[in-house]
């Protein structure tokens, strides 16, 4: 076990809108003093990178992890969750503005990202789905503020006035916040997020794999447990 450990942030932020915010490099020293370890939160646990600086240096591997499963994992927020309480006042369109932002910077970072060509396809595999929940969160942005017409659009080239079209027309006519809500961030989201899911198809796990079988990186799923 390690006797100490230092702890720092990586400057680059990372835009999944739920729980990867960072990741976290931790260099420990002990049984093996030239093993380093990249932590990245993800649901419900952290996926733990063990690598050798001498063959992948900590910042490259640390720019590589956005486009990794465990980002993949994170980028389509979870489902809406009913309110408990009687008193709901409409969605927080401070969170919506703060997931899209995270969105954003996740596409102008991938933008500027160089991947070894076994990461080409999981590239451009996050990059289309950073893509597409910045413009379904756009939408439901636009819509909670006002626009009646602005769930009338198309994502990743998803036609919403097709393939939603009951709530796209339902869309103007309704008024009540929670109503809006509800037709919105519940039924038109996951309308929308169901035929992106099977466009998109899966994520390229192998060519992840054989990236980290590549370049001696060993990977662990920590899984946080419950009380």
Not at 157 to 167: F, G, K, R
Request: glycine share 6%.
């Amino acid at each position: 076990m390690a006797s100490r450990a230092r702890q720092s942030h990586l400057r680059r932020r990372l835009s999944a809108p739920v729980l990867v915010a960072l990741i976290v490099v931790l260099r420990f020293f002990g049984a093996r003093a030239d093993a380093e370890t990249i932590v990245v939160p993800i649901p419900d646990g952290m996926a733990v990178l063990h690598f050798d600086p001498k063959i992948v240096s900590e910042e490259y591997l640390g720019e590589l992890a956005l486009v990794s499963p465990y980002v993949s994992w994170t980028l389509s927020a979870p489902a809406w969750e009913e309110d408990e309480e009687d008193g709901f006042h409409g969605p927080d369109l401070f969170d919506v503005e703060i997931e899209l932002g995270r969105l954003a910077q996740t596409l102008e970072d991938i933008d500027r990202l160089r991947v070894p060509p076994l990461l080409d396809a999981a590239l451009a595999y996050v990059g289309r789905e950073a893509a597409f929940y910045a413009c379904v969160r756009g939408a439901l942005l636009a819509y909670y503020r006002g626009d009646d017409h602005a769930l009338a659009i198309a994502c990743d080239e998803i036609d919403a006035p097709t393939v939603c079209s009951e709530l796209v027309v339902e869309a103007p006519l309704t008024r009540a916040a929670q109503a809006r809500h509800r037709l919105a961030g519940v039924g038109w989201r996951d309308c929308m997020n169901e035929r992106f899911r099977e466009r998109l198809g899966t994520y390229p796990l192998e060519n992840w794999r054989e990236f980290l079988r590549t370049f001696g990186v060993e990977e662990e799923i920590v899984e946080h447990r419950g009380c």
